[in-house]
């Protein structure tokens, strides 16, 4: 299997040793001699794994070299090649600014490097707590190494506002627009997106690792892919847990990374979430590029969304929500409902109640079912908009301060 490329810029009196060592492990390596070259090289190819920056010689190309690669839709990791007085400097620093960023210290050897460069590989590729059980979230082939889809949950505290019909028919809508989808049934309370779709004896997150565990230390854990369930529509499930009991074995800052480096393997991932505010659904709430907040014209379910408004006010998320108003044509007006919950309304949905069980009842979604009804076209228009619209400031916003040891930042969204 081909390995990725590696973009390297770095001195031109360094580069060739790290060349050599890296096309001696059969990587690809691409020497890249200023930011434009970079660009051009992302632009014309997807298994670009890793580039190595050099933090020592001009702070103002690295900064152009680091925006390349972290740019919506695409987030490559850089390992950063500084002096240990500059990693001094910033171990004092705040945080990283790319969860997978690196440095590695002058002088080096190439084997090193080049170790390190597998290193990262993996880890891009596992999400390991500590606590045993690995979750990996796909290959290590060589495609789609700058890939990064785009998340979004689905989410309103009230029940039964349509968050898991939204879900599913929006996914249907994304994969009949040829995205490739990863539909995720984060219910784990009361989800039923397996079964509604005809798919039985779905193989859970929960049984992956409670049989990666059994298995004992050294077992190969199943990856994200392996575990998904296709349905005959192109869409891909993964189901978190079949029951509320089992749900002990997720721990939820770990379920929420392995979703979110699953963004590598596709376009969108859509998160139905359960109706609460436990952890795991705060974690989510954090990754999630977008949060899809369906509500009815009724006074609980708009309450509900209000709430949640002052809920992401707190916690930081409020440019992430989007209004979702569902069983539109019932006679309460838009303007109204987004008045009193202070949003506004991102996409409508109207009521199909007969389509929806028709639907259900083959285990097929609208799109599928009713593609020429008019409710399939407004998820068609939903979709249009989660993939048409630039995402909100806040989530492209990535922080440098704590990799260059400075208060400044970048937007790239
Ligand atoms: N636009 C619509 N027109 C008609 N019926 C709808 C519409 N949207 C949802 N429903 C129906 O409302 C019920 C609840 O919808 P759904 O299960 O999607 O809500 P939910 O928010 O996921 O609920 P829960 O909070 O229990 O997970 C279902 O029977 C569904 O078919
Ligand atoms: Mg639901």
């Known amino acids: 299997m081909a390995r990725p490329a590696i973009a390297i810029a770095l001195p031109d009196d360094e580069r060739q040793h790290v060349v050599d060592a890296l096309r001696e492990a059969d990587f690809e390596p691409v020497a890249v001699r200023r930011p434009a070259d970079l660009e051009a090289l992302l632009a014309s190819r997807h298994d670009v794994a890793v580039a190595i920056l050099d933090g020592e010689s001009d702070f103002d190309e690295s900064l152009e070299y680091y925006e390349q690669l ?17 990693l001094d400097r910033l171990a004092g620093a705040a945080g990283r600014a790319g969860a997978h960023d ?4 002058r002088p080096y050897s190439p084997e090193a490097l080049r170790w390190r460069i597998e290193a990262m590989l993996i880890r891009q590729m596992t999400v390991d707590d500590g606590s045993g059980a690995v979750i990996q979230s796909g290959p290590l082939s060589a495609d789609n190494w700058s890939r990064r889809g785009q998340m979004l949950g689905i989410f309103n505290a009230k029940g039964g506002v349509g968050k898991t019909t939204i879900a599913v028919n929006l996914a249907a809508a994304l994969v009949a627009m040829g995205r490739s989808v990863l539909l995720v049934d984060a219910d ?11 798919l039985e004896q779905v193989r859970t997150l929960v049984d992956s690792l409670s049989d990666t565990s059994e298995a004992g230390p050294g077992a190969t854990p199943e990856t994200l892919e ?37 963004r590598r393997s596709f376009d969108v991932i859509v998160v139905d979430l359960h109706p609460d505010y436990d952890a795991l659904n705060r974690a989510m709430f954090g990754r999630a ?14 309450r509900a969304a209000v709430q949640l408004r002052d809920v992401a006010d707190e916690l930081g998320f409020r440019a992430k929500l989007a209004l ?12 109204d409902m987004e008045s009193t919950v202070g949003m506004a309304a991102f996409a409508s949905i109207r009521s199909a109640g007969m389509q929806l069980v028709k639907a259900a009842n083959e285990g097929r979604t609208v799109i599928d079912l009713f593609p ?6 407004d998820f068609r228009a939903l979709a249009e908009r989660v993939v048409g619209v630039p995402r909100p400031r806040e989530a492209g916003r990535v922080s440098l301060r704590g990799l260059f040891g400075r208060k400044e930042s970048v937007r790239v969204g």
């Open 324 to 335: 979702v108003v569902n069983r539109a044509n019932s006679g309460v007006s838009m303007t």
């Open 188 to 198: 784990t309370v009361t989800g039923h997106i397996a079964s509604s779709l005809g």
């Open 226 to 262: 392996e575990l998904v369930a296709a349905h005959s529509s192109g869409l891909k499930v993964l189901v978190l847990s079949s029951s509320p009991l089992k749900t002990a074995r997720l721990v939820p800052e770990t379920v929420a990374d392995a979703i979110d480096r699953a």
């Open 102 to 105: 690196e440095y590695f210290t």
């Open 70 to 86: 972290h740019v919506p839709g695409r987030d490559i990791p850089s390992l950063m090649i500084v002096s240990p007085r500059t």
């Open 289 to 302: 590029d977008r949060i899809l907040v369906p509500v009815t014209p009724d006074v609980p379910a708009l």
């Open 372 to 377: 020429s009804e008019k409710v399939s076209g």
